[in-house]
């Protein structure tokens, strides 16, 4: 049974940081492409970034760009997505999830091509 579990969100003030935590059980992150999205009140779920099975490149949107790090440790099987200079438009649920089916070659920005899902974590952004 395959389990993300995302953990790190919370309350901050704009320009501050927080890095969020992806424990991924069932699957290696070897073998899977790790991918962090995010969902705001009213909106579509949206692609944030994503990281290859070997950690060897790395992708993000725009609006996160040079931000955002997104990064794995495969002892922990860990994904981590660390933000700064944090504003109120990055406010939103923050989504794990895992594409098993592209053997870590393909970075997606869509949501289907991602076959498992985390809980979720609120990140909220005060001014």
């Known amino acids: 049974q395959v389990q993300l579990v995302e953990s790190g969100g919370g309350l901050v003030e704009a320009g501050g940081s927080l890095r969020l935590s992806c424990v991924a059980s069932?699957?290696?992150?070897?073998?899977?492409?790790m991918g962090w999205f995010r969902q705001a009140p009213r909106k579509a779920r949206e692609f944030v970034a994503g990281i290859s099975s070997d950690g060897g490149r790395t992708t993000y949107a725009d609006s996160v760009k040079g931000r955002f790090t997104i990064s794995t440790d495969s002892a922990k099987n860990t994904v981590y997505l660390q933000m700064n200079s944090l504003n109120p438009e990055d406010a939103a649920a923050y989504f794990c999830a895992a594409d098993s089916t592209s053997a870590g070659e393909r970075i997606s920005r869509i949501t289907k091509n991602y076959d498992y899902w985390g809980q979720g974590t609120q990140v909220t952004v005060f001014l």
């Open positions: 069932g699957i290696t992150l070897s073998s899977s492409t």
